[in-house]
C-alpha cells in the first residue's frame, strides 16, 4: 500500500472533503504542484482550476473554484469558495455561464468587470471539463 497523508478540504457551506490520500495535484499560483505524504510545509493561494485526488489507487477530480493550501506534517488543508464532483455540477447552468462570460470579454468594460469576466470564463470551463470526464 501506498504512503499516504490526511487531506481535508472546506467550503464555506460543508467539509467537501476528509480522508487519507496518496498524493493530490493543485494549481497553484506558481503552477500545477503535486503533493505526497512528507511533503514541505507549504502555504500557497489555489488558482481556479481541478484537484486531482489519488485514493486507493484511483484518482477522482473536482472543480475548485481557488482559495488556499496548507501542506503540514500532520495534515494538508485547502480553504477554497467553492469545490464540486462532477456529479454535482449542472453543465447546462455552467454552459449559460461560459456563454455569458465570453459575451461579456467581447465588449469592452471596465478593468474590474473584465477580470470578473475572466474568472468566471475560467470556472465555467473547469467545471465542464470535470463534468465531462464521467
Given at each position: 500500500?501506498?504512503?499516504?497523508?490526511?487531506?481535508?478540504?472546506?467550503?464555506?457551506?460543508?467539509?467537501?472533503?476528509?480522508?487519507?490520500?496518496?498524493?493530490?495535484?493543485?494549481?497553484?499560483?506558481?503552477?500545477?504542484?503535486?503533493?505526497?505524504?512528507?511533503?514541505?510545509?507549504?502555504?500557497?493561494?489555489?488558482?481556479?482550476?481541478?484537484?486531482?485526488?489519488?485514493?486507493?489507487?484511483?484518482?477522482?477530480?473536482?472543480?475548485?473554484?481557488?482559495?488556499?493550501?496548507?501542506?503540514?506534517?500532520e495534515k494538508?488543508?485547502?480553504?477554497?469558495?467553492?469545490?464540486?464532483?462532477?456529479?454535482?455540477?449542472?453543465?447546462?447552468?455552467?454552459?449559460?455561464?461560459?456563454?455569458?462570460?465570453?459575451?461579456?470579454?467581447?465588449?469592452?468594460?471596465?478593468?474590474?468587470?473584465?477580470?470578473?469576466?475572466?474568472?468566471?470564463?475560467?470556472?465555467?470551463?473547469?467545471r465542464?471539463?470535470?463534468?465531462?470526464?464521467?
Amino acid at each position: 500500500m501506498a504512503s499516504t497523508f490526511e487531506l481535508e478540504i472546506v467550503t464555506p457551506d460543508r467539509k467537501f472533503f476528509e480522508g487519507s490520500v496518496e498524493r493530490l495535484v493543485v494549481r497553484t499560483s506558481q503552477g500545477d504542484e503535486g503533493i505526497l505524504k512528507d511533503h514541505m510545509f507549504m502555504v500557497s493561494p489555489l488558482q481556479i482550476g481541478v484537484i486531482k485526488i489519488k485514493q486507493d489507487g484511483k484518482y477522482k477530480e473536482a472543480a475548485c473554484a481557488g482559495g488556499f493550501i496548507q501542506v503540514k506534517e500532520e495534515k494538508t488543508t485547502i480553504i477554497t469558495d467553492s469545490a464540486e464532483w462532477p456529479e454535482e455540477i449542472d453543465v447546462k447552468r455552467a454552459e449559460k455561464a461560459k456563454e455569458r462570460a465570453e459575451k461579456r470579454l467581447q465588449s469592452p468594460g471596465s478593468d474590474i468587470d473584465m477580470k470578473r469576466a475572466q474568472a468566471a470564463l475560467q470556472r465555467s470551463l473547469t467545471r465542464l471539463r470535470v463534468a465531462k470526464k464521467d
